[in-house]
């Protein structure tokens, strides 16, 4: 798919990723400079909540940039990481992973992806199953640290190759492995195409 291009404002972004520093330096370092460039923008965060982990590392790095940050998070994770410091201008303590996922997605402008586990890889997927069911028409991409992502990117050509996965979805992720033209390619992709779904 070929997107046009236009002036997209984004005030808040959600940001799934890990609750763990994971082995590379790079990650940390990769977090930190997205914080950084959201706060040159003027974008708030919207994550998970707590202070663990690349979750920690971007909030923080925005909070101290004068960024606002937003947590949400539901009860049972609440009582297990609420004696570690975190720094969010407002927490939302949910009852379930289901009312965080939806306030998430309410709250925010755009989605990204850092490194991460299975909690991170679900949460991303999910918005992009929401983008192609037209629950939302907001731009997704994957920040794609020491090629964290490569593989998930040629499972994603896989299914398009098999038929699973219509390629106007898979073009409408945006991937970078730069905080800045990550951000730039967010502001500017345009999802103001229908995403009909075609049933065979």
């Known amino acids: 798919m070929e997107t046009r291009t236009s002036a997209r404002t984004i005030g808040t972004l959600c940001v799934f990723c890990g609750s763990s520093d994971g082995k ?15 706060a040159k923008r003027d974008i ?19 909070k101290k940039a004068n960024g606002t940050v937003t947590g949400i998070i539901p009860t049972r994770l609440y009582d297990m990481v609420k004696h570690i410091e975190h720094v969010e201008d407002e927490l939302i303590v949910v009852a379930d992973m289901h009312a ?17 586990g299975i909690g991170t890889l679900e949460e991303v997927m ?11 028409c907001k731009p997704i991409g994957l920040l794609n640290t020491e ?37 730039e390619k967010l502001c500017s992709v345009d999802l103001d195409l229908p995403l009909k779904i075609e049933h065979p």
């Not at 590379?24 to 959201?38: I, S, T």
């Open 24 to 38: 590379a330096p790079a990650y940390l370092e990769g977090a930190a400079a997205l914080a950084l460039a959201m």
């Open 44 to 62: 708030d965060l919207v994550y998970g909540g707590g202070g663990r982990g690349l979750m920690g590392k971007v909030a923080a790095t925005l």
């Open 100 to 116: 965080r996922k939806a306030t998430m997605y309410e709250r925010s402008d755009a989605f990204v992806a850092l490194p991460g």
């Open 126 to 136: 999910e918005a992009l199953t929401w983008l192609q069911l037209g629950y939302h």
């Open 147 to 183: 090629g964290f992502y490569d593989s998930l990117i040629d499972l994603l050509h896989h299914m398009v190759d098999q038929g699973f996965l219509r390629k106007i979805l898979f073009d409408a992720l945006v991937v970078s492995a730069d905080p800045d033209d990550l951000l």
